[in-house]
DNA sequence: CCCGCAACATGACAATTGTCAAGTTCGCGC
DNA sequence: GCGCGAACTTGACAATTGTCATGTTGCGGG
C-alpha cells in the first residue's frame, strides 16, 4: 500500500479524524512506521508506554496473561484503530500486551510529541478523551455481555455488529479465525463450535470463515432474550 | 459532616489531587453538594453527561440494564472515588447508570466548568486522562478476571483487595451487601454463598458481613492457581 | 412485642461450559 | 503430490453455575 493510502486511513481514525489539519500534519510528519508479522509481538504488558498506535492494515490483538498462563483478549483491533492513547500520555506501563494476529502495517505516534502538541491547544486532549471514552464504552458492553449472556448470544452479537444493515439476510466474513475470535468472546474454541451449531435454529449457517444469516431480525431477538425463555430450545 | 472536610475528601480524589491548587479552588468553588437515598438514581443510561461525580460518603454502582431487564454492575465507587470523566467532556450519553446502594453525598462538578478551565490549562486534560485511565485499567482487570478465573477465585481477589497487608491474617468487613458483590463478580448471590464455603479450605470464615482469612499468602495462591489443578477440591 | 419482609443459606435439578480424546479438513512446505 | 501439523468439529464426561424451592435469620414498622 502507498505511503499516502497509509496517511489517508490514519487521518480517519476515531484519534486524527477531529484534529485540525495542521496538528494532523505534525502528527503524521513524526510517526513511525512499522510492519509486522504474523504473531509478533508490538508491546508487552507492563513496558512503559512510548507511543499512541494506529492500525493501518491487518489485526492486532490486547491480552493479558495470567498467573498461570491463560491469555485473555482484551479487544482485537484493525484499520483505522487506534489503541493505547490513555497510558501513553502518562508514562505509565501499558496494563495489556499487544500482537499482531495477521501481517501488518502499524503507525506509531510517539509521546513527547504529543504532549508538546497537547501543551499548545487542549484541543488534543479532548480528541484523545474521545478515544478513550470509546474503548472505555467498548470495555463496559464487553463486561455487559459476559455477565449478562450466555456464549450462544455473545457468538450472535458478533455476528451482529460485523453486519451493515439491522434487518434482512446477510453474508460476512469472519474477520479472524475461530479461535480469536472464541478468545475475544471469552470462551474455548469447543464452545465457539457449539455455539455456532446452536445458532442453526435462529437462521445461521458458518462455512469456512463465511456466516450466512437469514434474518436479522431474528438473530437479533435471540441475542436479546432472556437466557431462561430458550429452555425449549 | 462538615462542608470543609467534604472538601479535603474531594481533594483527595483521582481527578483533583494533582491539579494546582488554584484549579482545585475554582472548580469546588463550582461544585454542587447533594445528597442521595439508598436507592435513589443519580443518573440513567443513555442520559446526556453534564457533570463529573465525585463520592464523598457512601456507596454509589455503575451498572447496564439489559434489554431483558437483568443488571450487569460495572463498578462501584466510594469515599474519594470519582467518575463520569471521560463522558462529561463530550456530551454525549452515559454508557451507564448511577444508583446510590447506601446513603450518600455526592459532589457535582458541571462539565462546562471543567471545558472553560481546561482551554486555558491542558494540564486538567491530563488530570483527567489520568482518572480515565484508571478506570480503563480497572475494567480491563475485570475483564481478565471473567474470562480466566472462576467465580471462587474472583470472590478470593475480591477479598484480598480488601486486606491493606499481603501476608499473615486479616479481618475484614464486607463493604456492601452481598446481593451487590456477587452481582459486581458477575454471579447470583446463591453462587457466592457457595463460593465462600468453598474458600473455607483455604482459611476463609465468613461471619455476618465479616470475612477472616487466615493465610493472605494461601489465599492468593488460590486465586491465581489454575482452575484445573483444583479438582481434588 | 410480634409480624412480615428481605437477605442469606442450602439442596435438588437442569443447562452450560471446560476438559479430554478422537477424527476431519485444510493449507503449506518438501 | 504427499504428508505433516494446526485449526476445527464432535462426542463423552465432569465441574460449574443458574434456577427453583425451602428454610433460617435478622431487622424495621406497626
Keep these: 500500500m502507498s505511503h499516502e493510502a497509509q496517511k489517508a486511513i490514519a487521518r480517519q481514525s476515531l484519534l486524527l479524524r477531529s484534529l485540525p489539519e495542521q496538528h494532523v500534519e505534525t502528527l503524521l510528519s513524526h510517526a513511525i512506521w512499522r510492519q509486522y508479522d504474523r504473531g509478533e509481538t508490538i508491546f508487552l504488558q507492563e513496558e512503559k508506554a512510548q507511543a499512541i498506535h494506529v492500525v493501518l492494515e491487518g489485526w492486532v490483538k490486547l491480552f493479558r496473561m495470567t498467573p498461570t498462563g491463560a491469555e485473555a483478549v482484551v479487544s482485537v483491533f484493525t484499520r483505522g484503530d487506534s489503541f493505547g492513547e490513555a497510558v501513553a500520555l ?12 495477521s501481517a ?3 503507525m506509531h505516534i510517539p509521546s513527547p510529541i504529543l504532549i508538546s502538541l497537547m501543551k499548545e491547544d487542549p484541543e488534543i486532549g479532548i480528541s484523545i478523551l474521545a478515544a478513550t471514552f470509546t474503548h ?3 470495555l463496559v458492553a464487553q463486561l455487559e455481555q459476559l455477565k449478562a449472556q450466555t456464549g450462544a448470544q455473545r457468538v450472535a452479537e458478533f455476528l451482529l455488529n460485523l453486519c451493515d444493515s439491522d434487518a ?3 453474508d460476512v466474513a469472519l474477520p479472524y479465525d475461530k479461535m480469536l475470535i472464541a478468545g475475544r468472546l471469552g470462551m474455548k474454541p469447543e464452545s465457539l463450535s457449539r455455539a455456532f451449531s446452536r445458532l442453526k435454529a435462529v437462521g445461521v449457517k458458518i462455512n469456512r470463515n463465511h456466516a450466512v444469516i437469514s434474518d ?3 438473530l437479533r431477538d435471540y441475542a436479546e432474550s432472556d437466557p431462561a425463555e430458550n429452555w425449549g430450545r
Design 90 to 101: 502518562r508514562n505509565v506501563p501499558y496494563p495489556v500486551s499487544a500482537e499482531a494476529v
Design 104 to 106: 501488518c502495517d502499524v
Design 136 to 138: 472505555l464504552h467498548s
Design 168 to 170: 434482512g439476510s446477510c
Design 216 to 218: 436479522i431480525a431474528l
